[in-house]
């Protein structure tokens, strides 16, 4: 999920780190992943697979968050000194509502759709307004890519050969990103700070994972710092289910010898299975 930080409200890192704790995770990785992941963390690098070699879970457990509604409800009324208006939402002391605001993705992405549901009732339940729109894709990533949102979900880049670098580029880095109002293929909320440029190329060309983790974990504290955007779950690259009514011999947890795809190693699976009775 991505905020707009030049709207009143989301430009506070604290409504942020409200927003972050009060959003229920674990429902997410149920109901929208289908139990598919584990609950999102504080983190722009995967605690699994590849990239865990530069997760730092000791830093994510300091000063991360986890679904938590009453620290939310501790930062806005203890740090904040929001309250509630008679609407039930909160009001920040100069006058800022914690409210009106929409997140938006597209139509039809239902798993995607069903997230923001969650996110949307998670901070109605603590006093925070946000309602869901859901506009067609050409519209939504219109809108999104010109910084024309309150809050947006869509997803920054998966595990690759460059990850998690071009994930925090994705997320952090403004060089070469237009102002608002232009077409940005990356950084949409124009975030900005003076020490990521330079610790993404430090990560870019380290010599070896020790100096890459090093960078990486600097820019992750960073990103928890600031929260310019939160990670709602992670997505397999494809989603895999089979029925043995007619064919036995799928791969599975248990029997892993081919990935469960349709593409590249994946294909090898189908030479493999048998006709049932057969």
């Known amino acids: 999920m991505i905020f707009n930080l030049n ?18 995770y674990p429902n997410v990785a149920a109901t929208a992943m289908s139990s598919y992941s584990d609950p999102a963390n504080a983190s722009l690098i995967l605690p699994t697979g590849y990239e865990s070699k530069f997760y730092d879970a000791a830093g994510v457990k300091a000063d991360g968050w986890t679904f938590d509604a009453d620290k939310a409800v501790q930062i806005l009324e203890g740090d904040l000194k929001a309250k509630k208006g008679s609407d039930g939402i ?17 139509t039809g992405w239902t798993d995607w759709n069903t997230a923001c ?3 949307a009732k998670s901070a109605k339940a603590i006093g925070i307004g946000i309602e869901t729109k859901f506009p067609q894709a050409p519209t939504m990533i219109k809108a999104m890519q010109n910084q024309d949102f309150d809050l947006c979900m869509y997803s920054y880049s998966g595990v690759s050969p460059a990850s998690p670098w071009i994930r925090f580029r994705d997320a952090m880095d403004n060089r070469g990103v237009p102002e608002a109002g232009k077409t940005a293929f990356f950084n949409y909320n124009r975030f900005s700070h003076p020490e990521v440029p330079g610790l993404l190329d430090t990560a870019a060309s380290a010599k070896d994972d020790t100096a890459a983790k090093a960078a990486y974990t600097a820019l992750d504290k960073i990103y928890r710092q600031q929260i310019p955007v939160v990670p709602l779950m992670y997505r397999p690259l494809e989603f895999y289910e089979f029925s043995t009514a007619n064919w036995t011999g799928f791969p599975t947890s248990d029997n892993p010898y081919a990935p469960p795809m349709w593409q590249g190693a994946g294909i090898s699976w189908l030479f493999k299975i048998t006709k049932l009775g057969s």
């Open 7 to 24: 709207r009143k409200g989301l430009d506070n890192v604290l409504v942020r780190e409200a927003i972050a704790c009060c959003i229920d």
């Open 90 to 106: 909160y009001v920040l002391p100069d006058g800022t509502k914690l409210g009106g605001w929409e997140l938006i993705t597209p």
């Open 117 to 119: 549901e969650i996110v």
